[in-house]
């Protein structure tokens, strides 16, 4: 049943920024506007909201936003969210600037934001956008099929070199406290072994073992994925190194990886995220989190949501293990 009373929404993007934040914004602007809800973009994050740094959206203002990574409203964090007088500060913000509805994109911090911000009487959703694709009540965040690829074509280039010299690459991917990237990247490089945090290695058998029997297969060159939730991967090159001989470089991925223009795999889900978020406001329901669940999207209460727990793809974790080195 929509909403009628929704006239007006603002969105935001906050912490990391994740390619296709752009194309959710870009939706939720062209779904608000179809159904005459005007849309304000808040910039910079929460900051933007206390600081009432906002921009009116039109249909038209966000011709050609679709290609681009990065995200047009800025992003930041802001600790003042996590004080009751910060949030009380937003909620009066909302309603200061006639908000009946406040879409957030970003990472589970932020949706403890929106949260809080439910909580105070402002109708909210988030979109879960991340390259880390830890936000538990998805299976897909958006950002994390362009943050594969953008890895994957760094690492296929450091694999020319690593071969050309016989030498060992241990390459440090992002993620925070979540291997999901680096298990996804490892398989798809076909690296050598790849480290991740939810999962205790014996050093020996885990990283060394592979070397030596790549060697014994004829392997000149190793890839070695180390999520950056493991641990250092100078540490773990240092390790390798005097363990074989085999002359080890480090790369970290860092940053790079959030950039770039999204894949359409993330310009898809982005779009109909944006779009599912727009209708649960004009369906009357706040403190929600659109998720995508199988091969559609869907909604949870964000608490409920933020209350489970995410676990890494065990089966692909064990195709990792059978097909690595
Ligand atoms: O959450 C996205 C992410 O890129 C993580 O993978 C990484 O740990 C973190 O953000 C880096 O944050 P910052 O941009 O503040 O350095």
């Known amino acids: 049943m929509e909403h009628q009373s929704i006239k007006r929404v603002g969105v935001l993007t906050s912490g990391g920024d994740a390619p296709g934040m752009n194309a959710a914004i870009r939706a939720i602007v062209r ?23 906002m921009v009116e959206l039109s249909g038209r203002g966000v011709n050609g936003l679709l290609p681009r990574g990065g995200t047009m409203l800025y ?17 009066n913000m909302c309603r200061y600037m006639g908000m009946d509805g406040l879409v957030v994109i970003g990472g589970d911090g932020s949706f403890r934001g929106a949260l809080a911000l439910s909580q105070k009487g402002i109708p909210t959703v988030g979109v879960p956008a991340t390259i880390d694709n830890d936000i538990v009540c998805t299976d897909y965040t958006i950002g994390f099929d362009t943050a594969c690829n953008t890895a994957i074509d760094c690492i296929d280039k450091l694999r020319d070199t690593m071969q050309s010299h016989e030498r060992c690459s241990v390459v440090e991917v992002m993620g925070r406290k979540a291997g999901h990237l680096a298990l996804h990247v490892g398989v798809a490089v076909g690296a050598t072994c790849t480290l991740l ?67 359409a795999q993330d310009r898809v889900i982005a779009t109909q995220m944006g779009y ?31 209350s489970r727990e995410k676990h890494l793809d065990l089966d692909l974790f064990e195709v990792e293990q059978t097909v690595a080195t």
């Open 31 to 53: 779904s608000a506007a179809t159904r005459d809800i005007s849309v304000l973009g808040v910039r910079r994050g929460f900051s933007g909201l206390l600081n009432g740094d």
């Open 276 to 306: 599912h978020a727009v209708k649960i406001l004009m369906d009357g329901k706040s403190q929600r989190v659109v998720a995508y669940e199988g091969r559609s999207v869907t909604d949870y209460d964000i608490e409920e949501g933020l």
């Open 197 to 263: 945090p939810e999962h205790d290695t014996d050093f020996h058998s885990a990283v060394i073992e592979p070397i030596r029997m790549g060697r014994l297969n004829g392997r000149n060159h190793h890839v070695i994925i180390v999520a950056e939730g493991y641990g250092h991967a100078q540490d773990v090159a240092t390790q390798v190194e005097a363990a074989t001989g085999i002359d080890t470089r480090v790369t970290i991925l860092g940053h790079i990886q959030r950039g770039g223009t999204p894949s």
């Open 75 to 91: 992003t930041a964090r802001c600790p003042e969210m996590h004080t009751d007088e910060g949030l009380e500060k937003a909620a």
